[in-house]
């Protein structure tokens, strides 16, 4: 049994491992709210824009913007991972860097595979063994609009320069503070609507205003942007859901050990004393024989 001056420092050790967890748990909530609230506000704009992009590129041809609708032989492909700059969230780094690795190895196999990578964790580990031909980690300093836009068009013209024929985004979509779902989006080229599922109304029909091609030039972009950018947003949350639930894990493992480390204390404690006394009574037995 370890004496007890080294099971004193232990608990010492884990009470204040425990205190900077439940401080991590504490600020991740708080940014949770916040991110939380602008990603729910954002995605009903951006699923009904992406909505009606789906239904134009179908009446779109080369000449009307239909370069991001254009689908061609998949033989170079870029896959966006999307992390975070920290750790300590549990799975959630992990898991986009393993469904980017199954992605390329399993669904483009003998296909060339490129990478684009947000967020420093997963690049640190995709940049091993992959071909990582940019990494935004800055993005994360300063969340805006404009600066994941330029991020979209350099993704844009690396698709309409033909230098790549799919682009994918591969990131956690925000559930609730513990689930994640770890999404696999086409980014480009632009998905026709789904004709398949039993409530599908078909393509609609639209009206266009001053004309269709300055819409489609100015509506294209801005949606892939947007759609983007939600991916990010959507990211941000989880990376702070999946954080606050780690940190709760790790806070609630730290009690627990100290709980059995004082048990443990008290203990060796006892069995000291008893130790000292058995000693005392048994030399004051001796002097009296």
Known sequence: MANLKEIRNRISSVGSTMQITSAMKMVSAAKLKKAQDAITAMRPYANKLTELLQNLSATLDADSGGKFANHRDVKKVLIV??????????????????????????????????????????????SKSETVIENNNAIFDDLTFD?????????????????????????????????????????????PPDSDGADSKGVADYIFEPNKEKIVEELIPKSLKTQLFKAIRDSVASEHG??????????????????DLTLEYNKARQAAITGEILEIVGGAEALAG
Request: net charge neutral.
């Open 81 to 126: 991972a999307i992390t975070s700059n920290r750790g300590l969230a549990g799975a959630f780094n992990s898991n986009i860097v393993k469904e980017a690795r199954r992605t390329a190895e399993e669904d483009f196999a003998g296909k060339q595979v490129d990478f684009v990578t947000i967020g420093k964790k997963g690049n640190d580990i995709i």
């Open 242 to 259: 999946a954080r606050m639930t780690a940190m709760h894990k790790a806070t609630d493992n730290a009690s627990e050990l100290k709980d």
């Open 147 to 191: 600066n994941v836009a330029a991020i979209a068009e350099f993704l844009m013209d690396q698709y309409a320069e033909a230098k790549y024929d799919k682009i994918v985004l591969i990131y956690n979509k925000f559930k609730n503070a513990a689930t994640q779902i770890v999404m696999n989006e086409q980014f480009l080229p632009i998905l």
